[in-house]
């Protein structure tokens, strides 16, 4: 589960890292309104972020920074009027529904922190560079060296003077020292309590020396998280972040059912059970040169009421032009979903090629009740095994 990045900051304040201030706005008076309050109480400078669960917002133009009202108006304008495409969205890009309207920093440099799971070390990292900012794939890909990468033991996390060492190792200087590496204590501290899965501040900054901070200030100012969605049932604070707003519809409505879906760009939808039998069925169906619409995994238990959503959500896909059932009964009984997809049938229609293999439990029975439904169902043929199966739906598409 991810979320926003004024909800990021909110958890990394609440966490004792300092964050500069900001609010969540709606509209563009809202902004607007946000930004005299913060001029009005001293700031000389204001930044206005989509807020939307992809990064790429900096080069998108979709990070502003404005120093008046008017400039604030037409950043909110623009960013709630225009769909976000960066890197990390689709070419479709991303509706921008909130804002945040935040004190602006002056940054003298820009450095990387984060914390992942690592699972080729099967350890959760933290990850720093004194290379933050929005080039950070590009540092990582051609200058990895200046990545820094430190396994955190899974009982004690990370030491003070692991994270003092990394610190001065990082270029901190003078009192930076203390401040970075109280937030990498604070970070470990809040990544292993929430059971995330990614937290990452980039940039991390430090501030040009001033009066009350003589060696500058060491602030967070973006904050992404990624959460275990296994976990979300003893995180409660945690969950109640999420927007759906930001999520695929499907993907909620089969989540909703009990059933793993995720939406692809091919045009073969997918009903399997089990998500290794899901892989394998994606494999397949791209060895023979056809490319899947969808992961969907009704698991083993799911009524028929689920398998019959299951085809809902698929036959909803417009890109959807072939449908390759693949189940193999084990706990789930074929003939179950022989009559999910006769209910389907009724309901919403094969319009597309429908290839069926079942196998397992009941099997006999499933084949029956197919067989009986046959009249209602034109486009459906049946496969022996599954290389025949993704053959004949790759052949079907083409
Ligand atoms: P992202 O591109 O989606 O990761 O958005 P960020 O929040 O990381 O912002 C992108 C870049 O905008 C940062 O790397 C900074 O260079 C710049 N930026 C963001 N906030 C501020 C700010 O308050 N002051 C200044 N001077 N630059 C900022
Ligand atoms: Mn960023």
């Known amino acids: 589960m991810k979320v926003h990045e004024y909800q990021g900051r909110q958890l990394l304040a609440d966490a004792g890292i300092p964050v500069p201030g900001g609010a969540m706005v709606e509209s563009v008076d809202a902004a607007v309104a946000e930004t005299t309050k913060l001029l009005d109480a001293g700031a000389s400078l204001v930044v206005i972020k989509a807020q939307v669960h992809a990064g790429g917002r900096g080069k998108a133009g979709f990070v502003k920074l404005v120093k008046t009202a008017d400039e604030a108006r037409a950043a909110a304008e623009f960013m709630l009027s225009n769909r976000m495409v960066s890197v990390q969205t689709g070419p479709e890009g991303l509706e921008v529904k909130r804002l945040l309207v935040a004190d602006g920093v002056d940054i003298a440099k820009e450095y990387y922190l ?3 799971v690592d699972r080729g070390a099967r350890t959760n990292t933290l990850i720093a560079s004194a290379e933050g900012g929005v080039e ?4 990582a890909e051609e200058n990895p060296d200046a990545i820094r990468k430190l396994a955190l033991d899974p009982i004690r996390g990370i030491e003070p003077y692991q994270a003092r060492a990394l610190a001065f190792e990082l270029g901190f200087t003078g009192r930076q020292v203390g401040q970075a590496a109280s937030i990498m204590l604070r970070l470990v501290e809040l990544f292993r309590s929430t059971d995330a899965s990614l937290a990452e501040i980039n940039p991390l900054v430090v501030t040009p020396p001033s009066d009350a901070h003589p060696d500058g200030q060491v602030l967070a100012i973006d904050a992404k998280f990624t959460f275990d969605d296994n976990a979300m049932f003893r995180q409660k604070a945690i969950a ?3 927007d759906p707003t930001e999520e695929d519809p499907a993907e909620i409505r089969a989540n909703e059912h009990g059933l793993s879906y995720v939406a692809l760009d091919g045009t073969i939808g997918c009903l399997v059970n089990g998500a290794g039998l899901a892989m394998g069925t994606m494999d397949i169906i791209k060895l023979h040169g056809g490319e899947p619409a969808n992961f969907l995994d009704v698991g083993g238990s799911a009524s028929e009421e689920a398998v019959t959503e299951a085809f809902r959500i698929i036959l909803s896909d417009d ?4 449908v390759l059932v693949n189940i193999f ?12 997809i006769v209910g389907a049938a009724k309901e919403v229609g094969f319009s597309v090629p429908l290839v069926v293999r079942l ?8 084949r029956e009740i197919l067989e009986a439904a046959r009249s209602d ?6 496969a022996t095994d599954l290389t025949d199966a993704a053959q004949k739906v790759c052949a079907a598409v083409s």
């Open 114 to 116: 984060a914390i992942t």
């Open 136 to 139: 950070i794939e590009t540092v």
């Open 240 to 242: 109640a972040m999420f």
């Open 319 to 322: 890109a959807v032009k072939g």
């Open 329 to 340: 009964g084990g706990i789930m009984q074929c003939d179950k979903i022989a009559r999910a």
């Open 359 to 366: 196998e397992g439990t009941n099997v006999a029975e499933a």
């Open 377 to 382: 169902i034109p486009t459906m043929t049946t």
